[in-house]
């Protein structure tokens, strides 16, 4: 009788290990790692003045072509110890559809590693998006902003952000974003920013890709910028004011547009300077 039990509990155990708690339609509250994994079904949304907490050591899977809409508040805490996960699921056929943030909706994530999105961030208007020490990457766009989608404010800090093809990493228009000791960079040609009318700013961080900002403000501080490799060139241009001090720039690198400061940046032989002011000098 006692080896009974012990086939019954051994055939039971793996279907328990891996049970999944499905999710689609209204949701908010707290998800544990008690409960984990969950998985979004289809179309899932928190409603405005809700929240959903993440806590950490969740993990959460994304159905093919699932989405998460955020009109309230997302609010997901990993730790160093122990991230939170958002991925595909293993049998899913197409890409999940990422995550919108509606108009004046927040998003914090903290210690998280996404993955499997197609394009990853939709922002409305007035939204406000804090990454912090996480890993991310999208199969196109990592971030736009939606039409009619101003006044966004988008922060990233110690993290990884990665595009696998060549959409924009960031596209948007009349926002902010501030990103620093980051590491961006594309797998195909493209942009790491592709912006108008917005203040585009990274400080700190290790760039591979295109930078354009048009009519706005960019700011590159202390950065590591090149082209990734022969297929890619680092094309630096802003229509509106830019400041590029403190980096170290290399390989076929050019920087063009119409005003701005260049100075006391140190820079490789593949490099070219156009319409722009040059104060402080170069040190090659």
């Not at 009788?1 to 708690?21: D, E, G, N, T, Y």
């Not at 997302?74 to 699921?89: A, F, H, K, R, Y």
Request: hydrophobic share 35%; net charge negative.
């Amino acid at each position: 009788m006692q080896k009974i039990r012990h086939i019954i509990f051994l055939l039971i155990l793996p279907v328990a290990i891996s049970a999944q708690i499905k999710v689609s339609g209204e949701v908010s509250g707290v998800w544990t790692d008690r409960n984990s994994p969950y998985q979004i079904e289809d179309s899932t949304f928190i409603p405005a003045d809700e929240e959903l907490v993440i806590r950490q050591g969740v993990t959460v899977y994304f159905r093919g072509n699932a989405t998460l809409y955020v009109y309230g508040s997302l609010n997901i805490q990993g730790t160093e110890e122990d991230t939170v996960i958002l991925q595909l699921s293993h049998n899913a056929m197409s890409p999940w559809n990422g995550i919108y943030l509606l108009d004046n909706s927040t998003a914090i994530f903290n210690y998280t590693n996404v993955s499997g999105a197609d394009e990853l961030f939709h922002l409305g208007e007035s939204v406000e998006l804090n990454i912090d020490h996480s890993r991310m990457s999208s199969l196109s766009r990592f971030l736009r902003t939606m039409p009619g989608g101003y006044q966004t404010q988008t922060q990233i800090s110690n993290s990884t952000i990665r595009s696998h093809s060549n959409g924009d990493l960031f596209d948007i228009t009349r926002g902010a974003i501030r990103s620093t000791d980051c590491d961006l960079s594309l797998r195909e040609p493209g942009n790491i920013s592709d912006s108008f009318a917005s203040l585009v700013s990274f400080t700190r961080c290790r760039i591979r890709g295109n930078i354009h900002e048009f009519d706005g403000l960019l700011e590159l501080i202390d950065c590591d910028i090149a082209a990734p490799g022969e297929r890619i060139e680092a094309n630096i241009y802003s229509g509106g004011r830019k400041t590029i001090t403190g980096c170290t720039i290399m390989g076929d690198v050019s920087i063009s547009g119409y005003d701005g400061v260049v100075q006391n940046n140190h820079i490789g032989e593949e490099l070219s300077i156009d319409h722009i002011e040059i104060e402080g000098g170069l040190q090659v």
